[in-house]
């Protein structure tokens, strides 16, 4: 008998539909700058429920690019988490600004509020509060802290799109700067590529032309009237980001249907946590489903045994003020030891839609066998 299929950890839903736009957009001739740009915001900001997105070539562009609409620069001091994708930190750096990590909290390692309101300082002008997970931050609690203190904030999204909040708010419609990306392994894919949701038409012009090399929507090829990058999304990016848009619930809804099936699979692996879904009105968007491993396990030796099993798995994720260019700034082991131990016993499993029930089994079964509980 054959080894059975390997199983990835991710891989993006993609159909005739998306095949469709691209063609169109192929044989228009309008590769860069066209009109499948303009429709994919629209679809997405009506999706949201917001008045407006721009598009941009990944969340980490949208990211520097609110940065820089806050005004955030050198000699402020930001807090944030350390429990995150680089690019939350990365941002900042960009602007010289100083990212200040607090840790997080022990279930849904999202920053902790009465860590985050202890480390505001003289310096500090900003929260950047991460979804981390898809799991919505505390927003109403890190929203009066910001307003008590005079802070500005900006929503670190890329993992959170669906994701509903203790208000029973859509993640990133709350009125502040907030940021989603599309990499393939999201809830949704445009190849690469984000957005960042402006809080009024005034910033949605200032992010468009900063996008695009800081030219006006009504000036020449060749003027500029501001600093600007090359953050534009393609037009063929936007193809797949209309498709994907147009079957966002039903990927949504399979990757929660996936999570439970993950859920009762695991359900009797000692020690082994799985995350939560949901919490009062607070409502988790499945970006990836990861497990935290029983104390004592040799989680490298467990990615290895499921490997040998053709089943893909990961560490997920490290902590970032642990990276060398982030010890720079006099970061350390030992200081956020609720970040610390969920980066060091998580483990991502295969979760992406097309995954099948037989597929998820498969994953439980050899996942306890690699922690010795066979069955």
């Not at 669906?162 to 949704?188: H, I, P, S």
């Not at 949605?204 to 929507?217: D, K």
């Amino acid at each position: 008998m054959s080894d059975p299929d390997p199983i990835p950890l991710a891989r993006p839903e993609l159909g005739v539909r998306e095949e469709e736009l691209a063609l169109e957009v192929l044989r228009s001739g309008q590769l860069s700058l066209g009109p499948m740009g303009p429709r994919f915001e629209r679809d997405l900001a009506a999706w949201l429920g917001v008045e407006d997105v721009v598009a941009v070539s990944s969340g980490t562009t949208a990211l520097h690019l609110g940065v820089r609409m806050l005004g955030w620069g050198a000699g402020d001091e930001v807090v944030t988490s350390p429990f995150s994708f680089v690019a939350s930190a990365n941002c900042l750096l960009y602007e010289g600004a100083r990212p200040v990590f607090v840790d997080v909290d022990e279930e849904t390692l999202n920053v902790d509020p009465a860590a985050a309101a202890a480390a505001v300082g003289e310096r500090t002008v900003g929260l950047l509060p991460v979804h981390i997970f898809g799991f919505p931050a505390a927003m109403p609690a890190l929203e009066e802290l910001a307003s008590r203190r005079g802070l500005s904030v900006l929503e670190d999204a890329c993992e959170g799109l669906g994701a509903v909040d203790c208000e029973g708010r859509r993640v990133g419609a709350r009125g502040n700067l907030a940021t989603f990306a599309f990499y393939a392994n999201k809830q949704m894919t445009t190849g690469e590529g984000g957005v960042i949701v402006p809080r009024s038409p005034e910033e949605a012009t200032r992010l468009r032309s900063e996008r695009n090399q800081g030219r006006a929507v009504d000036m020449g090829w060749l003027d500029h009237d501001r600093l600007g990058f090359n953050y534009r999304l393609s037009d063929l990016a936007a193809a797949l980001g209309v498709a994907q848009v147009e079957k966002l619930d039903e990927l949504l809804a399979r990757r929660t249907a996936l999570a439970r099936l993950y859920e009762e699979g695991l359900a009797g692996v000692e020690g082994l946590r799985t995350p939560i879904a949901s919490r009062g009105e607070e409502k988790r968007s499945w970006f990836v489903y990861a497990v935290r491993l029983p104390a004592g396990v040799d989680r490298d030796a467990a990615i290895a045994r499921l490997a040998e099993r053709g089943i893909a798995s990961k560490a997920y994720l490290p902590c970032i003020h642990l990276f060398p260019h982030l010890r720079e700034l006099g970061y350390s082991e030992g200081q956020f030891p609720v970040a610390e131990a969920a980066s060091a016993d998580s483990l991502a499993l295969p979760f992406f839609p097309a995954m099948s029930e037989a597929q998820v089994a498969r994953v439980c079964q050899e996942l306890a066998a690699a922690l010795g509980q066979a069955r």
